[in-house]
Nanobody
Framework: QVQLVESGGGLVQAGGSLRLSCAAS????????MGWYRQAPGKQRELVAS???????NYADSVKGRFTMSRDNAKNTVYLQMNSLKPEDTAVYYC??????????WGQGTQVTVSS
């Protein structure tokens, strides 16, 4: 099964930017939709962005206009560009398939901490 490895998180001040990467151990070309999820302490994991194989994107209202998701099928990698970060964006971020019951095994995630 495809393994997912997220990276790029860190500590940033409010208003700053980060770019997350998610590298898959196998081809993601056949996966119709990939997504970025996040889980804040004490909260459920939520889908914040998704992208289809053709590049169509969808965003949660909370990140719309600030986050941009992209995918490079040739590199088996998806990205999440996060701008104008807010303290409420603090969470562990994960990638996985989206809008399907066929989830891959979750990776370890990458911690994003936004200070006020």
């Amino acid at each position: 099964q495809v393994q997912l490895v997220e990276s790029g998180g860190g500590l940033v001040q409010a208003g700053g930017s980060l770019r997350l990467s998610c590298a898959a151990s196998g081809s993601i070309f056949s996966i119709r939709t990939m997504g970025w999820y996040r889980q804040a302490p004490g909260k459920q994991r939520e889908l914040v962005a998704s992208i289809t194989r053709g590049g169509s994107t969808n965003y949660a209202d909370s990140v719309k206009g600030r986050f941009t998701m992209s995918r490079d099928n040739a590199k088996n990698t998806v990205y999440l560009q996060m701008n104008s970060l807010k303290p409420e964006d603090t969470a562990v971020y994960y990638c996985n398939t989206a809008w399907t019951v066929n989830l891959l095994s979750w990776g370890q995630g990458t911690q994003v901490t936004v200070s006020s």
